[in-house]
């Protein structure tokens, strides 16, 4: 049997700060959904000043779908965010046409936590269609890094085509054990 729960058999959302309970702001999901009957699984996002990721995030309306939304930290003095469940990552792409920095920093510290990385299951890119080759090139590095599939990728907010797709793929993902296992090929991509 995989070390790794099912999405459909996690606990409800928990997230355990590491230090003191300053912020685990959010894009207005941080419990698990309240206004719907079980909850199915979550997404990490990462969102800088400009808050393009935020307000995907937000239009997504995930609380809707049992999925919880957590937000990683801005600042390098906050609290840091702790997962205890299969989550699927959302991150916008920086680095500037540089592809070996595409990571945010706050990204790599999240991912850098072992038990974070233990229960990412697929992970949806951002970026800049400018940046040419670097575009959205965050999210083929996680997958990379992580063995996780790269389940979808949009431009800055998003569309509502974007948000449509994420909405239903999402929801496809965690209803077909697409989170069970991390090393599982993707049973329902996002797109
Ligand atoms: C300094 C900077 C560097 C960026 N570098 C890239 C890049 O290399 N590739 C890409 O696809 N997008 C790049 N972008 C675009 C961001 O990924 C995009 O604006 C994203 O929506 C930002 O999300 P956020 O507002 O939630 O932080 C960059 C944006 C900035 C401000």
Redesign the pocket.
């Known amino acids: 049997m995989s070390a790794i729960a099912r999405a459909d058999a996690a606990e409800p959302a928990t997230v355990a700060t590491k230090q003191s309970s300053s912020t685990v702001p959010t894009a207005g999901a941080a419990e698990p959904a309240e206004s719907s009957s079980h909850h199915v699984g979550a997404v990490v996002y990462?969102?800088?000043a400009?808050?393009?990721?935020?307000r995907f995030v937000e239009h997504c309306r995930l609380n809707e779908l049992g999925i919880a939304s957590y937000r990683i930290p801005l600042r390098p003095g906050d609290e840091p965010l702790a997962v205890h469940e299969p989550y699927v990552l959302i991150v916008?792409?920086?680095?500037?046409?540089?592809v070996s920095k595409?990571v945010p920093p706050q990204v790599k510290r999240f991912l850098n936590d072992p038990d974070n990385r233990a229960w990412i299951r697929g992970v949806i890119a951002?970026?800049?269609?400018n940046?040419g080759e670097?575009?959205?090139?965050a999210g083929r590095i996680v997958s990379a890094k992580c063995k996780v599939p790269l389940l979808f990728t949009f431009e800055?907010?998003g569309t509502p085509e974007d948000v449509r797709k994420t909405r239903e793929g999402l929801a496809r993902f965690f209803a077909a054990d697409g989170a069970a296992t991390a090393d599982q090929a993707p049973v329902a991509p996002v797109a």
């Open positions: 990462f969102s800088s400009s808050e393009n990721t935020a916008p792409t920086y680095g500037g046409g540089v595409a951002s970026g800049n269609t940046f670097a575009y959205a090139a800055l907010m």
